[in-house]
Structures are given as C-alpha cells and as structure tokens.
C-alpha cells in the first residue's frame, strides 16, 4: 500500500486593498457612470440553473435534466456619505438598462440592476446612505 503525502500549504484570503476602483457605466449611455466607488464586502453572488426533476415509476433514483447555467448573479451593497456622493450614485442605481462593471481584481461583467433598497441614516446635512441593489448578469450587448 502506498501512502501519499503533500507538503504543507498555506491560504490567505482575498483582500481588496482598494475598494475604491469599483466602476459601472451604463452601455447605452456612457455619461451615466460612477466610478471610485465602495463597494461594501462581502458580496453575495449565486449561480442559477435551469433544470427538471423527475422521479419515475418503479426507478430506484430520482432523474434531474437541465440545460444551461446562467452567469453570476447577486447583490451589491454601497454606502454614500452626503448628497455629492448620493447624488453621483442615484443615476446608476436607477438606470433601467445594462450596466457595464468593473471590480478591483480586474474582472468585467454585465449586469441589469433588478431591485433596489436603501436606508438613511445621520444627520440631514451629511446623510449616510446603504444601498443595496440585486442584479442579474447578462450578456454583452
């Protein structure tokens, strides 16, 4: 009997060391954008797909069929603080249409916001604002 046996290894979690390089333009009309923006950790991402479960008569073992997994959906959570960082958010937040991301690891996706929540909090000259905003992928235009 062989016994196999691998050195020692280490992990280090990811850690953004600038939050602040977050970019989303929207595709179809590129002066709405928002750039240096803080996105808050961590993010909440899913993968969906599109299956069928069957169970047949007399089968010992249920039967899935699926056909496509889509791309990486999930939410996103900003905090504003003032009316100049609100105000530079609000038209992203609101955009009914693609938005083209930017994350400070390099990578790039599409996305079309879904739903969108967000609180106030502090005083009324210097509100601080969490926002969360639910998307889903989508492919490139």
């Known amino acids: 009997m062989a016994v196999l046996s691998s050195g020692y290894t280490t992990t280090e979690p990811i850690q953004v060391v600038n939050a602040a390089i977050w970019s989303f333009t929207a595709v179809e009309s590129p002066t709405t954008r928002v750039t ?19 169970k047949p008569l007399g089968a010992s073992k249920t ?11 999930g939410s996103y959570e900003f905090t504003t603080q003032g009316e100049t960082e609100w105000d530079a958010l609000y038209p992203v937040l609101t955009y009914q249409g693609i938005l083209h991301v930017h994350d400070p690891l390099g990578r790039q996706k599409y996305v079309r916001f879904v739903d969108r929540t967000w609180t106030e909090v502090g005083d009324i000259n210097n509100l601080i604002r969490n926002a969360k905003v639910n998307y889903y992928e989508v492919e490139a235009p």
Do not use: H, M, R, W
Not at 39 to 45: E, G, I
Not at 63 to 73: E, K, L, P
């Open 36 to 54: 240096e923006l803080k996105v808050q950790q961590p993010l909440n991402s899913s993968i969906v797909e599109s299956y069928g479960v069957f």
């Open 63 to 73: 039967i899935v069929v699926a056909t496509s997994i889509y791309g990486i959906d």
